[in-house]
């Protein structure tokens, strides 16, 4: 009995190996951290990066265990998952590699920060895995904790303080929403299980139909906090502006990834069943609503962003803005266009913060744009790359960020005729935010420089960081068509699109 039981969850603990690598990596540093000398506390930077990168390579090596769910559902490995959880490792990589300079500069204790980096990486590889709502709930709540935490690291200063308890506040009440959600659809469909509620649902075999309903849009609301979209965004501006910028470039990028990806698979591949009765209902409703929200999304985000002098403010709403171009990708159910936007939104917005850490010294005592006068040609090494990576977020070519809005909007505007006045929306947004993103490298260029300039100093791992931040951006920008296409045979939700439309 014991052995049908045991056969039946499939027990494979490979399949978990990215979030066991990064556990043990951060539960490791927390014990050199103790034992150690303060001076030989830089040791755990060298066990945070291996541990991701030993993470990445079991990533990589997951498609040999073959697609499929584990532990009883709760965990699945498919491309959607690897691609992902790439995404979320090499934002991991790149922040711990500017993290040696920003901990030696601010004076701050190392093994905490890389010990919850790693947790909060745990976490997030786990949603992003996650084949079962209750998964859902440990990934996010993993991840969310730890960034709370990384949000206030610079102790000492008020705004960082004040940054980590808004965010700890307004994430426990939108945590709540998604998991009175979560209790709604199992009361509904008497499961929790991403693939058996859309078996539920198919098979009409729903119990109480306003149940799901009222879920499905509970949880709509607590992942539309956690990427910080339309109206769930007011938290965004203040968090990102007072957290330390090395961590405000963190949580805007590798956690956007892990949710989109629950995000995804929650209502694209266990609510979306475009078919007769309860499936077309709830179809029709999350659609729509997921349509408005981009809208209001990309409008909100870009309207207010031209008004901000505060270069992390300006990219709080920028990363707004970016999410609602994600979200039109997300209204049509394929995995692809929104993947690849999102590990190129990554690559660009962690460069971006990079650049912006690197020229506000310690304790962040400039980020206003007004700072950055006449830098251009003072500190070319930082001054080139942060005007290429703001040009790529406003989508110039040829950037990462043209080609990721090209494949967004092109696969909206293909999917139905219905959906182009969203690209329509979202073109004219894209064209709006050229002013603000341009705004910054004009002062740089053309602008008088500053009395008592002090030209920046750059480590050398975060010079390798830059470098790989650049090459990503440039690279995606130029030669996508590899990763697009692999994408697209890989993503489930390509499959499931393709499935409906052949219907």
């Known amino acids: 009995m014991q052995l049908e039981t045991l056969n039946t969850l499939n027990l494979n603990y490979w399949s978990i190996a990215p ?26 930077a060298a066990i945070a990066l291996i541990g991701l990168i030993l993470a990445l390579i079991s990533v990589v090596s997951l498609g ?36 040696m300079q920003f901990l030696r500069d601010e004076g701050l204790p190392p093994g ?53 308890l808004k965010y700890f506040l307004l994430g426990s009440f939108s945590t709540a929403f998604l998991l009175y959600g979560i209790a709604l659809t199992y009361g509904a469909a008497r499961t929790t299980n991403i693939n058996q509620i859309r078996q539920a649902i198919e098979a009409g075999q729903v119990t109480y139909p306003a149940l799901l309903l009222i879920g499905a849009a509970m949880m709509l609301v607590g992942f539309g906090f956690k990427i910080a979209s339309a109206p769930f965004h007011l938290w965004t501006p203040d968090v990102y502006e007072g957290a330390p910028t090395i961590v405000t470039g963190f949580m805007s990028t590798a ?45 909100i985000g870009n309207l207010i962003a031209i008004s901000q002098r505060n270069i992390k403010r300006m990219l709080a709403y920028s ?22 936007y999102l590990l190129a939104y990554s690559l660009m917005s962690i460069g971006a913060f990079a650049v912006i850490q690197l020229l506000a010294r310690a304790g962040d005592q400039k980020t206003e744009i007004a700072d950055y006068a006449g830098i251009g040609f003072e500190a070319p090494a930082l001054s080139f790359p942060l005007a290429f990576f703001l040009l790529s977020l406003a989508g110039i070519p ?3 960020g043209f080609m990721s809005k090209f494949y967004i909007f092109k696969s909206a505007w293909d999917s139905s005729p219905a959906l182009r006045y969203l690209v329509l929306v979202a073109i004219i947004n894209s064209i709006i935010s050229v002013y603000y993103y341009i705004y910054p490298i004009v002062v740089m260029f053309f602008r008088p420089l500053l ?27 130029i030669l996508p068509n590899g990763l697009m296409n692999a994408m697209g045979r890989g993503m489930i939700g390509s499959t499931i699109q393709t499935q409906v439309m052949s219907k």
Do not use: C
């Not at 591949?269 to 078919?275: N, R, S």
């Not at 030209?455 to 050398?460: D, E, H, M």
């Open 319 to 340: 990363s707004i803005a970016h999410a609602g171009y994600a979200l039109v990708g997300f209204v049509t159910g394929d995995f692809a266009p929104v993947a690849f």
């Open 398 to 400: 040829p950037t990462a």
């Open 64 to 99: 040999r265990v073959g697609k499929g769910s584990y532990f009883g559902g709760m965990i699945v490995i498919d491309p959607t998952r690897i691609f992902f959880a790439i995404t979320i490792l090499i934002a991991g990589i790149i922040i711990i590699l500017l993290g």
């Open 255 to 299: 956690p956007k990834a892990a949710v989109f990806a629950a995000f995804l698979r929650v209502f694209v591949v266990g609510l979306d069943v475009p078919k007769e009765g309860l499936g077309l209902q709830l179809h029709g409703t999350w659609i729509s609503a997921v349509a408005i929200i981009a809208i209001i999304t990309m409008t």
């Open 451 to 477: 009395p008592g300039y002090v030209r920046p100093r750059v480590s050398t791992p975060a010079a390798v960081a830059l470098i790989l931040a650049l090459a990503g951006t440039l690279y995606l920008g």
């Open 19 to 44: 979030e066991i690598i990064a556990s043990i990596a951060g539960a490791l540093i927390m014990l050199v951290d103790a034992f150690s000398k303060r001076g030989a506390r830089q040791t755990n």
């Open 112 to 164: 905490e920060f890389y010990s919850l980096l790693m947790f909060a990486t745990a976490g997030m590889l786990l949603l992003a895995g996650a084949g079962d709502l209750v998964t859902v709930f440990l990934g996010l709540e993993i991840s969310s904790i730890t960034t709370y935490v990384l949000a206030g690291y610079r102790r000492y200063d008020l705004r960082a303080n004040e940054s980590s």
